[in-house]
């Protein structure tokens, strides 16, 4: 599996495809905390944090993520080496499982060098320190749950297809369901005492929570749920070809 691992690893930093992922990340969310004149901008608020890069970041991801992982199986579908990878000493899900942690590191090394983001805010605030560090390591984290959360989605969005297009347009509609649509349902208060509920099965509720400094076990839970569930759907799409 580590093999596999490996691969999807060198073929994303062999091409441009992780280098763009991380330079397209690292210039959006730059620009809207440094340059771009918004509520955003670390310089023109006036506050020391970096609240901007986790309102701008979810929906940075939203879009890059998916564009990793579209080629994921819906290439190997087209170019008909899926039938090769199957013959690997692997099962269904660790083919899976190292498919998706290779998107998940690329996600990990997109956030890694925002920390910059942070040691500056942190030195040079008045007086030096003056930073909520518990907010920013919980948003940190919870940032970085959310983009392993699209990545699973992105694998199971390229699992159902062999069209790398409709891969990507599958797992951006799939990805902002399950970030904002549960709270948009919410927000209609249609099922009365069920509105917490559906508002508690999206993905904004928990990130929200999270952000808020405290590292919650049903936050948690939650997340690492969401991605068992699209991993489960993924492994059994593939297992349906034996059928």
Do not use: C
């Not at 970041?57 to 990878?85: H, N």
């Not at 269904?92 to 998706?100: G, L, M, S, T, W």
């Not at 805010?121 to 699209?150: C, K, R, T």
């Amino acid at each position: 599996m580590w093999v596999l691992f490996l691969k999807e690893i060198r073929s994303f930093l062999s091409s441009l495809t992780g280098y763009v992922v991380i330079a397209v990340f690292l210039v959006i969310t730059g620009l809207f905390l440094w340059v771009l004149p918004s509520d955003s901008n670390i310089i023109e608020y006036g506050y020391a944090n970096v609240d901007g890069l986790f309102v701008i970041g979810p929906f940075v991801f939203l879009f890059l993520v998916p564009a990793v992982t579209m080629r994921s199986f819906a290439d190997e579908r087209k170019s008909g080496t899926i039938e090769l990878l199957f013959t690997r000493p692997l099962t269904d899900f660790q083919i899976v499982f190292a498919k998706y942690l290779a998107g998940v590191a690329l996600v990990l090394f997109s956030l890694l060098p925002t920390l910059i983001y942070y040691v500056t805010v942190y030195y040079f605030g008045m007086p030096p320190g003056n930073i909520d560090s518990g907010a920013f390591w919980g948003s940190f984290i919870g940032l970085f749950l959310l983009g392993a959360v699209f990545v699973s989605i992105g694998i199971f969005s390229s699992a159902i297809t062999d069209n790398q297009v409709v891969s990507f347009v599958l797992a951006v509609l799939f990805s902002f369901f399950m970030y904002l649509g549960f709270h948009f349902i919410f927000s209609l208060s249609l099922f009365g005492q069920f509105d917490l509920f559906i508002k508690n099965l999206g993905i904004n509720a928990h990130y929200s929570s999270i952000s808020r400094g405290v590292v919650d076990t049903r936050d948690l839970i939650y997340f690492f749920s969401v991605i068992g569930l699209y991993l489960f759907l993924t492994k059994f799409v593939l297992a349906s070809r034996k059928w």
